[in-house]
């Protein structure tokens, strides 16, 4: 198994900044893909970002030019490094990881296996 658990959420005005971090551990060798997520409410959960285990990141339509995500392998941290925010970016986020191999990291839920249980970030 994999536990994650997200912090550094909170409230920012708009063109505020915010550094989510997700703290992985278990069996984390298996880890491929890990990726952010949010879920705005009454909304679909959608993918932010993505990376594999090489650093290669992959963006998706409400991340791009604004967000980067990173991985730190040896403190085990995932991040996601938030400008210029805006209020459409109020969501719950959350991050995933994938233990199964992949080309590339994706931005559909079900590539990914385990969740953490999230961070509010509330742009105002």
């Known amino acids: 198994h994999v536990q994650l658990v997200e912090s550094g959420g909170g409230s920012v005005q708009t063109g505020g900044v915010l550094r989510l971090s997700c703290a992985y551990s278990?069996?984390?060798?298996?880890?491929?893909?890990m990726g952010w997520f949010r879920q705005a409410p009454g909304k679909e959960a959608e993918g932010v970002a993505a990376?594999?285990?090489?650093?290669?990141?992959s963006y998706f339509d409400p991340a791009k030019d604004r967000f980067t995500i990173s991985r730190d392998n040896a403190k085990n941290t995932l991040y996601l490094q938030m400008n210029s925010l805006k209020p459409e970016d109020t969501a719950m986020y959350y991050c995933?990881?994938?233990?199964?191999?992949?080309?590339?990291?994706?931005?559909?839920?079900?590539?990914?296996?385990?969740w953490g249980q999230g961070t509010q970030v509330t742009v105002s």
């Open positions: 990376i594999d285990e090489s650093g290669t990141s």
């Open positions: 278990g069996v984390i060798s298996f880890i491929s893909c």
């Open positions: 995933a990881a994938d233990v199964y191999w992949r080309p590339v990291c994706g931005s559909l839920r079900d590539e990914y296996n385990y």
